[in-house]
Nanobody
Framework: VQLQASGGGLVQTGNSLRLSCIAS????????MGWFRQTPGKEREFVAA????????IVKDSLKDRFTISRDNSKNTVYLQMNSLKPEDTAVYFC?????????????????WGRGTLVTVSS
């Protein structure tokens, strides 16, 4: 399985970005795709996840008023819509795939990782 994240960039506070993650390769019929983010010196932080079947979703509580996760199974793609961005959202954002269909929020439950895409929010 390969994951390719894209959509990061430099934006000003209050603007929006949409990240995309395309999964390729062999996968099971039901799995979870998630987004994490990481800043230097800190652990990887869960952001959001969605299952590919049943369409269950979860977003970190502190972000759910600004971030939305969605998927397009026909394209094997998951999106992270980020609105009203703040400087503290600056991080490298990683997409990941878990063979569990139970929406795990811990990074060690994810089996495959993309390379990450940098999001920088200027004040």
């Amino acid at each position: 399985v390969q994951l390719q994240a894209s959509g990061g960039g430099l934006v000003q506070t209050g603007n929006s970005l949409r990240l995309s993650c395309i999964a390729s390769g062999r996968t099971s019929s039901s799995f979870t795709m998630g987004w994490f983010r990481q800043t230097p010196g800190k652990e990887r932080e869960f952001v959001a996840a969605t299952t590919t079947s049943a369409g269950r979703r979860i977003v970190k509580d502190s972000l759910k008023d600004r971030f939305t996760i969605s998927r397009d199974n026909s394209k094997n793609t998951v999106y992270l819509q980020m609105n009203s961005l703040k400087p503290e959202d600056t991080a490298v954002y990683f997409c990941a795939l878990s063979l569990s269909g139970n929406l795990p929020t811990y990074s060690n439950r994810y089996n495959y990782w993309g390379r990450g895409t940098l999001v920088t929010v200027s004040s």
